[in-house]
């Protein structure tokens, strides 16, 4: 009895939460605009205080990144291929050597920029929100070559760039849930069809592939971030 | 047509009415900003008039006519005009134009004036830039270039060719100052790169600070001086100085009338060094990046090979 229970539950369920979206528009890609809290490993060389807490301290800066991706498969979910950049800045005051050859504080600024690039393959699990509207939970993995670019001002100038790859795994709140018409009415306008928040956790490796001559600009532990997903 | 003529004349007063009235006052704003002692008796000092008057409705200076400075100690009157132009020419009102008292005759100049000397043509544009001697301002008011600080009413007009009327004017004051703004304290002063960046806070009493000048003295006794770092900004940095020598700095203050703080701040020494950046202190603690792109080829050829990869991907899709 029990078994037959659950079974016309989920029946029911299936059947009144199926989401029709008959004039829903096709879909191209996604576009995301992110921002997280991002401390580059530089002083992993070093032991003790290292280079980038004795100039920027041990707080965390804000990165902000955009992205945009191309479907390239859409079927069990969706597969896009991407491009993402971003953009840091880290600043504080400089140094100057005293008489005894001790650091003291300059008058001058130093900062460290950096522009990260990423190249980018994305897998969400879209089939539960797209299916379902008391689950607007869409799953998602990404893969990514990155590259940062970087460079360094205030005393001696340096420029570089910073190769590597990372793992991305978060989840997206789809927010045509809470307003369907709203949401259809946006696509009919503007083409898009969904609009998530997002929460990922990305763990990166950005030390040119493990070379003996790059520091480490991946951050120490997984990297967080949120942000808004536009799916067009 | 009764009714056309009756409805003329019940508008025609109003309509002259809106077209003598000017409302707003024209402007003037001087450089320097005031006149000091020694801007007073130096026969070559000008100080520079730039007016803007209000022109009584259907004037224009581009038709040709004459500018004149007229100068007063006494406080404009704000009363209706009696001569039926304006009510922004009451300054010129109160002093005689005709017999030149109070009037600074034969001493405008305007750049690109033809006359050279005396009341100059009007030049296009409604902006007139005069040059007047500053000593002559203060004389014509009334005052001499004494130790009491006066306040000096200034009165631009002009007077379209051929006419002896006022058809346009501007107006406002400049102060004969001749105290000196309470010398500064400096608070601290820090090293840079070729520089010293220098703080400070005004002194109390005296003449309002228009502007503060660094001084920086090198052992020898030579001395460095930062530019018109304008009030009410009082920290600043002072360039162009020698890495590894020690300056003896002091700041002074400057009324808008350019008179100094009759002594300078306190002093402080500060030297000049190398700026190490976040660079130089990673490379200082044994960083092993080397800045351009360490993986170079093999991590150019990792990109290339994925996005192909990624293309075939895409294709068989």
Same mark, same amino acid.
């Given at each position: 009895?029990?078994?037959?229970?659950?079974?016309?539950?989920?029946?029911?369920?299936?059947?009144?939460?199926?989401?029709?979206?008959?004039? !829903?528009?096709?879909?191209?890609?996604?576009?995301?605009?992110?921002?997280?809290?991002?401390?580059?490993?530089?002083?992993?060389?070093?032991?003790?205080?290292?280079?980038?807490?004795?100039?920027?301290?041990?707080?965390?800066?804000?990165?902000?990144?955009?992205?945009?991706?191309?479907?390239?498969?859409?079927?069990?979910?969706?597969?896009?291929?991407?491009?993402?950049?971003?953009?840091?800045?880290?600043?504080?005051?400089?140094?100057?050597?005293?008489?005894?050859?001790?650091?003291?504080?300059?008058?001058?600024?130093? &900062?460290?920029?950096?522009?990260?690039?990423?190249?980018?393959?994305?897998?969400?699990?879209?089939?539960?929100?797209?299916?379902?509207?008391?689950?607007?939970?869409?799953?998602?993995?990404?893969?990514?070559?990155?590259?940062?670019?970087?460079?360094?001002?205030?005393?001696?100038?340096?420029?570089?760039?910073?190769?590597?790859? &990372?793992?991305?795994?978060?989840?997206?709140?789809?927010?045509? !849930?809470?307003?369907?018409?709203?949401?259809?009415?946006?696509?009919?306008?503007?083409?898009?069809?969904?609009?998530?928040?997002?929460?990922?956790?990305?763990?990166?490796?950005?030390?040119?592939?493990? &070379? &003996?001559?790059?520091?480490?600009?991946?951050?120490?532990?997984?990297?967080?971030?949120?942000?808004?997903?536009?799916?067009? | 047509?009764?009714?056309?003529?009756?409805?003329?004349?019940?508008?025609?007063?109003?309509?002259?009415?809106?077209?003598? #009235? @000017?409302? +707003?006052?024209?402007?003037?704003?001087?450089?320097?900003?005031?006149?000091?002692?020694?801007?007073?008796?130096?026969?070559?000092?000008?100080?520079?008039?730039?007016?803007?008057?209000?022109? @009584?409705?259907?004037?224009?200076?581009?038709?040709?006519?004459?500018?004149? @400075?007229?100068?007063?100690?006494?406080?404009?009157?704000? $009363? +209706? $005009?009696?001569?039926?132009?304006?009510?922004?020419?009451?300054?010129?009102?109160?002093?005689?134009?005709?017999?030149?008292?109070?009037?600074? #005759?034969?001493? %405008?100049?305007?750049?690109?004036? +033809?006359?050279?000397?005396?009341?100059?043509?009007?030049?296009?544009?409604?902006?007139?830039?005069?040059?007047?001697?500053?000593?002559?301002?203060?004389?014509?008011?009334?005052?001499?270039?004494?130790? #009491?600080?006066?306040?000096?009413? @200034?009165?631009?007009?002009?007077?379209?060719?051929?006419?002896? +009327?006022?058809?346009?004017?501007?107006?406002?004051?400049?102060?004969?100052? %001749?105290?000196?703004? /309470?010398?500064?304290?400096?608070?601290?002063?820090?090293?840079?790169?070729?520089?010293?960046?220098?703080?400070?806070?005004?002194?109390?009493?005296?003449?309002?600070?228009?502007?503060?000048?660094?001084?920086?003295?090198?052992?020898?006794?030579?001395?460095?001086?930062?530019?018109?770092?304008?009030?009410?900004?009082? $920290? /600043?940095?002072?360039?162009?100085?020698?890495?590894?020598? #020690?300056?003896?700095?002091?700041?002074?203050?400057?009324?808008?009338?350019?008179?100094?703080?009759?002594?300078?701040?306190?002093?402080?020494?500060?030297?000049?060094?190398?700026?190490?950046?976040?660079?130089?202190?990673?490379?200082?603690?044994?960083?092993?990046?080397?800045?351009?792109? /360490?993986?170079?080829?093999?991590?150019?050829? /990792?990109?290339?090979?994925?996005?192909?990869?990624?293309?075939?991907?895409?294709?068989?899709?």
């Amino acid at each position: 009895v029990s078994a037959r229970l659950l079974a016309a539950v989920l029946l029911v369920a299936t059947a009144t939460g199926a989401r029709a979206e008959p004039d !829903a528009s096709p879909r191209w890609g996604s576009f995301e605009l992110g921002v997280g809290p991002y401390r580059p490993n530089i002083d992993s060389e070093f032991s003790g205080t290292g280079a980038y807490e004795r100039v920027f301290g041990t707080g965390q800066r804000w990165m902000f990144r955009a992205g945009v991706g191309k479907s390239v498969y859409t079927g069990y979910g969706d597969v896009e291929v991407g491009l993402r950049t971003g953009y840091l800045r880290a600043n504080a005051g400089a140094f100057f050597k005293d008489a005894t050859g001790t650091l003291q504080h300059s008058a001058d600024r130093t &900062s460290l920029n950096i522009i990260p690039t990423s190249l980018t393959l994305t897998y969400y699990f879209d089939v539960l929100a797209e299916r379902f509207r008391w689950l607007p939970i869409t799953p998602y993995g990404r893969f990514a070559f990155e590259r940062y670019n970087w460079w360094v001002s205030g005393g001696t100038s340096k420029i570089g760039a910073t190769n590597g790859w &990372s793992f991305t795994g978060g989840a997206a709140l789809l927010l045509d !849930a809470i307003d369907p018409d709203s949401a259809r009415g946006l696509d009919n306008e503007t083409g898009i069809n969904h609009t998530y928040l997002f929460f990922d956790v990305t763990k990166a490796q950005i030390d040119d592939f493990g &070379s &003996s001559t790059s520091w480490n600009l991946a951050e120490k532990g997984a990297q967080y971030a949120f942000g808004l997903l536009m799916v067009f | 047509m009764r009714r056309a003529i009756l409805l003329l004349a019940l508008i025609a007063p109003a309509l002259a009415r809106a077209q003598a #009235t @000017v409302t +707003t006052p024209g402007s003037i704003t001087f450089n320097p900003l005031a006149v000091g002692a020694s801007t007073c008796t130096d026969a070559g000092a000008n100080l520079s008039l730039t007016a803007t008057p209000i022109f @009584v409705s259907g004037v224009s200076p581009a038709n040709g006519g004459v500018y004149r @400075v007229l100068a007063s100690n006494t406080t404009p009157s704000t $009363s +209706t $005009s009696t001569t039926g132009t304006t009510s922004s020419l009451s300054l010129c009102q109160t002093t005689n134009s005709t017999t030149g008292v109070n009037i600074i #005759t034969n001493q %405008v100049l305007i750049p690109g004036s +033809t006359t050279g000397t005396g009341d100059v043509v009007a030049q296009s544009g409604a902006t007139q830039i005069i040059q007047v001697n500053a000593g002559d301002v203060v004389r014509a008011a009334g005052f001499t270039c004494d130790t #009491t600080d006066h306040t000096i009413y @200034v009165c631009v007009e002009f007077l379209p060719t051929g006419t002896a +009327t006022v058809q346009g004017s501007a107006t406002s004051t400049i102060m004969y100052s %001749v105290t000196p703004p /309470a010398a500064p304290t400096l608070n601290s002063v820090m090293t840079a790169d070729g520089a010293l960046q220098v703080s400070w806070s005004p002194g109390s009493g005296g003449a309002s600070p228009a502007y503060y000048v660094i001084v920086a003295t090198d052992p020898s006794g030579a001395q460095r001086f930062s530019g018109h770092i304008i009030a009410p900004t009082t $920290s /600043a940095r002072i360039s162009g100085l020698t890495n590894g020598v #020690t300056y003896k700095v002091t700041v002074f203050a400057y009324s808008a009338s350019d008179t100094p703080s009759v002594n300078a701040s306190n002093e402080i020494d500060g030297t000049p060094a190398v700026t190490l950046g976040f660079w130089d202190v990673y490379k200082a603690e044994g960083g092993k990046d080397q800045g351009g792109c /360490a993986s170079g080829p093999a991590g150019l050829g /990792a990109l290339l090979l994925t996005a192909a990869g990624l293309a075939r991907l895409r294709r068989r899709s």
